[in-house]
């Protein structure tokens, strides 16, 4: 399988939540002391040159930045110190939050499946080979709104290292070709508008820009 195409025919997206301190902390949660799981369908997946679409269920979405890692073979029950070798390669991702339906399920006891799970609420870039990102342990990522820098952190910030979540991960379900594992976003999320215009990047790697419309 070509990884190039992982929005094709990747089956799941396995997201992380909390990874950074800062961003547990500035939504008022506790640092986690074992990864917090949530998964995202894969019809949520857009890319560039479609738009983020605010459903009309939602009164406040909001941005976060991530990196994306996106597993190359079956991965199962898998050791930390081996679980590199089943990393194929990276995307930058933004994990779009509908936060009004996330912190009422969260007042009232519920998943979050709803909050994160609408289409387009998956913006991701194009696949980046190994390569192009040889220490993703000590990226910088960031995404402004508008021309106005929103967000910006380092993955060596993580509370759980990309080894340890896929490996965690892998020890309750499979992984499998073309699966992306979202390993949170740094402190600074907030909402975003329509008509407002989102730009993302790792640095030194790539850009994306996505533009923002209200569902019609």
């Known amino acids: 399988m070509d ?3 992982f929005v094709r025919f990747g089956r799941k997206i396995v997201a992380v939540g909390r990874n950074y301190g800062a961003h547990a902390k ?4 506790a640092v986690p002391t074992e990864p917090l799981l949530f998964l995202k369908p894969t019809s949520s997946y ?22 994306g890692v996106v597993i190359s073979k079956p991965c199962s029950r898998v050791a930390e110190q081996n679980a590199l070798a089943y990393v194929g390669g990276y995307t930058l991702a933004l994990d779009m939050t509908a936060r009004d339906i996330q912190s009422a399920a969260k007042k009232a006891g ?4 709803v909050a994160k799970g609408y289409d387009t609420f998956c913006p991701v870039s194009r696949f980046i080979g190994l390569d192009e990102l040889p220490k993703p342990e000590n990226a910088t990522l960031w995404l402004s709104v508008n021309g106005e820098q929103r967000q910006r952190g380092s993955t060596s910030d993580m509370i759980f290292s ?6 965690y991960i892998s020890n309750i379900m499979t992984l499998e070709a073309g699966d992306v594992v979202l ?5 600074g999320v907030g909402p975003v508008r329509e008509g407002a215009n989102i730009e993302a990047g790792l640095d030194g790697v790539l850009t994306m820009s996505f533009a923002v419309e209200k569902q019609s």
């Open 46 to 67: 857009v890319q560039e040159g479609q738009p983020i679409t605010i459903p009309a269920q939602c009164q406040e979405l909001h941005h976060e930045v991530e990196l």
């Open 3 to 5: 990884l190039k195409q």
């Open 26 to 29: 500035e939504l008022g949660n």
């Open 162 to 167: 990309i080894p340890h979540l896929v490996s």
């Open 110 to 113: 519920h998943p979050w499946s």
């Open 183 to 187: 390993t949170g976003t740094p402190e």
